[in-house]
């Protein structure tokens, strides 16, 4: 059981993390969608906010941890 | 395990859609956005939430995911799954039955035989199929239990029938058995040819022989003396004359082809036939073509071709020609061969009562040898009296 544990510790950052994609961006244990548009969406994360701007933005996958964004990708910004 | 189903919510703000689902907790996955309807896939669990708290917005489940999605689909195709299962099973029982066996002999007793031998051993009608070495087994018993009457079986499967080819055991008997015998005459005329096989000709061409004369006897003499007696065969050919009576009506029903046709399917089997449509044409000359063999039924394509039926009548001419066919083929009943005309000639003919009658002389030749069996013993006292005299004459 603490192999499984620490395999999942090693390749899952608990905190958070964001992959960045030509047209996606995965977000990993984000707090919550405040501003969802075609241009622009705002991730709030636990220490940080995330702005991620662009064209044809939209949701793909989304649950209460991780959420999967479509798009056109021109900016992303941390906002402290 | 998850249950997730595909859902569709429509909306004209999809971002205020998206921004509610999140605040609400719910997962949702595959999203995708076509007119005014966001497409997504989403936790069963989680559509108790979407109907308490997003009222405004009208939820509907287009289909299952996963495990659920197959027992959904099997529950909707039951019928059919359950039709094309029984199918199966239904194929498989009847291919594997035997509807016919089919004993292939002329001989009535050896069919019977064989088939009591058959029924002792399983294998009837509406019995099931065994297997190859089953059908060896058999074989080989039915061989050994009647050794001096089979000589070879073979049993063939075909289809729902069973075929069994067998071959009778034939003891060789000795040819001094047969006896012996002389060619003779069945009818008076005159010789026009003769092929010896064995024994010695006694006529030439053109001798005058009446019925009963002996053609080719069996007698091998030398010097008026038998030396030998065999079995004579041969074919000897006579001009034979006939006086021939026939009658022929002079109306007649002609039946004519429309030109129209009318396809149906006939069934044929032991019992006799039967016609599967209800036929179409009221007067009809059928012809029929083989299809297929189904369950001991022989299947047939029948084309029906409509005829008219007109009454007719010959002229004097015509109705002569007819029954001058006619004779003919009295004859050619007659004889094995279709026989040669040498001449004929019609001696009479009248007309009574719409119908003529003619009388015919018609020479034709034809095989007028027949073998006829006698007996050496006669023959030999015959021979040994005469060895007797001759020796009588000698001394």
């Known amino acids: ?80 | 395990m998850k249950h997730y189903v595909r859902g569709r919510i429509k909306t004209n703000s999809r971002t205020n859609l998206l921004l509610k689902l999140n605040r609400i907790n719910v997962d949702i996955r595959n999203i995708k956005y076509e007119k005014d309807y966001i497409y997504f896939d989403i936790l069963s669990s989680d559509i108790k939430k979407i109907k308490k708290y997003l009222i405004s917005y009208k939820f509907e489940v287009i289909d299952e995911l996963g495990i659920y999605k197959l027992k959904k689909e099997l529950r909707v195709n039951m019928l059919f799954i359950v039709s094309v299962v029984f199918a199966c099973v239904v194929f498989l029982i009847l291919s594997n039955i035997i509807v016919k066996v089919n004993i292939i002999h002329q001989n009535k007793d050896l069919r019977e035989l064989i088939n009591e031998d058959l029924k002792e051993y399983g294998v009837t009608p509406m019995s099931f199929k065994k297997s190859y070495d089953a059908y060896e087994e058999i074989i080989s018993k039915i061989k050994n239990k009647h050794k001096d009457r089979i000589e070879w079986l073979e049993i063939d499967v075909d289809g729902m029938v069973v075929n069994i080819r067998v071959e009778e055991r034939i003891l060789n008997e000795e040819k001094e058995e047969k006896g012996y015998c002389h060619v003779v005459a069945n009818t008076s005329g005159i010789i026009t040819h003769i092929l010896t096989a064995k024994g010695v000709a006694l006529v030439g061409v053109n001798d005058f022989v009446k019925k009963g004369d002996i053609l080719i006897s069996g007698e091998v003499k030398l010097n008026e003396e038998v030396k030998n007696d065999v079995c004579a065969s041969g074919r000897v050919y006579a001009e034979v004359w006939y006086n021939v009576k026939t009658s022929l009506p002079l109306n007649y029903t002609l039946k004519e082809k429309t030109g129209k046709m009318r396809y149906n399917i006939m069934v044929k089997n032991d019992m006799g036939e039967y016609v599967i449509l209800k036929s179409r044409v009221k007067d009809k000359e059928v012809k029929n073509k083989y299809l297929v063999k189904l369950f001991g039924y022989q299947v047939y394509l029948q084309k029906e071709y409509e005829v008219i039926q007109s009454n007719k009548r010959y002229t004097e001419e015509e109705a002569l020609n007819k029954a001058i066919s006619l004779v003919h083929e009295k004859l050619a009943v007659k004889e094995t061969q279709t026989p040669k005309i040498i001449k004929e000639k019609v001696l009479q003919k009248s007309v009574n009562n719409d119908t003529l009658d003619i009388e015919m002389f018609v020479a034709v030749e034809e095989q007028i040898g027949v073998v006829e069996p006698y007996t050496k013993e006669m023959d030999s006292d015959t021979s040994d009296r005469t060895d007797n005299d001759n020796n009588n004459s000698v001394s």
């Open chain 1, 1 to 80: 059981m603490h192999m499984i544990k620490n395999l999942q510790n090693f390749l899952l950052d608990q905190d958070y993390y964001i992959d960045i994609f030509n047209n996606y961006i995965h977000v990993y244990c984000y707090q919550e969608l405040v501003t969802l548009t075609d241009k622009l969406i705002e991730l709030k994360l636990n220490e940080f906010g995330l702005v991620i701007e662009g064209s044809n933005l939209s949701v793909s996958n989304m649950d209460n941890k991780e959420i999967l964004i479509k798009g056109v990708v021109n900016d992303v910004r941390f906002v402290r």
